[in-house]
């Protein structure tokens, strides 16, 4: 069965830095785009990032660009995002999801994932 599993979400203090995991099974990523969304409570899901297969072209949502950096794996099968001075407003449950070849004009949208991981939570808080 082909899975995505997140991992690494963790309660941390304001400022610190949380590196999330996406890993698949059951398939490569190596002909998909991964995106990383993310949804608080009470807020609608927000992309967050995305990352081409081939050419390795990364997309950042304007609330988290310069803070994180989304990479991949191939070896690995996995998928990472590195999220750097983490504030109050990025705690979430974090998802990744599989995508087509390259992130699309609406790669911060959940159309055209057809593949999506359970999510990992992430706290921010003092």
């Known amino acids: 069965q082909e899975r995505l599993v997140e991992s690494g979400g963790d309660f941390v203090l304001p400022w610190g830095s949380l590196r999330l995991s996406c890993s698949a099974s059951g398939f490569t990523l190596d002909t998909h785009s991964i995106g990383w969304f993310r949804r608080a409570p009470g807020k609608h899901g927000e992309g967050v990032s995305c990352?081409?297969?081939?050419?390795?072209?990364?997309y950042y949502a304007d609330s988290v660009k310069g803070r994180f950096t989304i990479s991949r794996d191939n070896a690995e099968n996995t998928v990472y995002l590195q999220m750097n001075s983490l504030n109050p407003e990025d705690r979430a449950v974090y998802y990744c999801?599989?995508?087509?070849?390259?992130?699309?004009?609406?790669?911060?949208?959940?159309?055209?994932?057809?593949?999506w991981g359970q999510g990992t939570r992430v706290t921010v808080s003092s």
């Open positions: 990352i081409n297969s081939s050419d390795g072209r990364t």
């Open positions: 999801a599989r995508g087509p070849r390259r992130c699309g004009d609406l790669w911060y949208t959940t159309w055209g994932y057809d593949v």
